[in-house]
């Protein structure tokens, strides 16, 4: 075989496994559209089977892996996500997104740490290590402060619209 015959190969392969990528990415969509996984810990998640009430379990440890059929003869030696997989994929790095997006969010929640006040405001940003931290000023006590993200914000990710999660995530590769 020529070293361009060699090549061609390579490329076909490579487009081709890009396809049965992008086949399982629209099909972990339509997974998000119509059911909601479940998270058990941090490393398991459930998701409903599309025709059925069975749900996949799929594993994140040091690898993805998914106990359906198609990750086990198909996806796993090709060095592909199936559709479960991906849809947790999604599920997460939306529930990051959203959580990231609170933060920045104007939020009538959000008061003041040392009065309680909720007449605050916005003012300058401090740089972290972690990105951008909004910065807030207290009008009553004139207080300076940042929120802590992970005391003020409950995100109950089962109860984002699925709607949404499909727009957003769709941005996000
Ligand atoms: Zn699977
Ligand atoms: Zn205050």
């Known amino acids: 075989m020529s070293r361009k015959e060699q090549f061609n190969l390579k490329n076909e392969k490579i487009s081709e496994l890009k396809k049965l990528s992008d086949i399982r990415t629209e099909k972990a969509y339509s ?16 998701v409903p089977a599309s025709n059925s009430n069975y749900k996949f379990k799929v594993t994140h440890r040091d690898a993805w892996t998914c106990e359906c059929l198609d990750f086990q003869k198909t996806c796993k030696d090709k060095g592909l996500y199936c559709k479960h997989i991906k849809a947790i994929q999604f599920f997460l790095k939306l529930r990051n997104k959203t959580e990231i997006d609170n933060i920045l969010d104007e939020n009538p929640e959000k008061e003041c740490i040392y009065c309680k006040s909720k007449n605050i405001i916005k003012r300058g940003i401090r740089k972290s290590k972690k990105g951008d931290l909004q910065r807030y000023y207290c009008k009553d006590c004139k207080k300076r402060f940042i929120l802590n993200p992970i ?7 089962q109860n984002i619209c699925l709607e949404l999660w499909i727009y957003i995530s769709k941005g996000y590769h």
């Open 31 to 46: 997974i998000l559209k119509n059911g909601k996984p479940e998270i058990i810990n941090e490393q398991e998640f459930l």
């Open 151 to 157: 005391k003020y914000i409950k995100i109950d990710a």
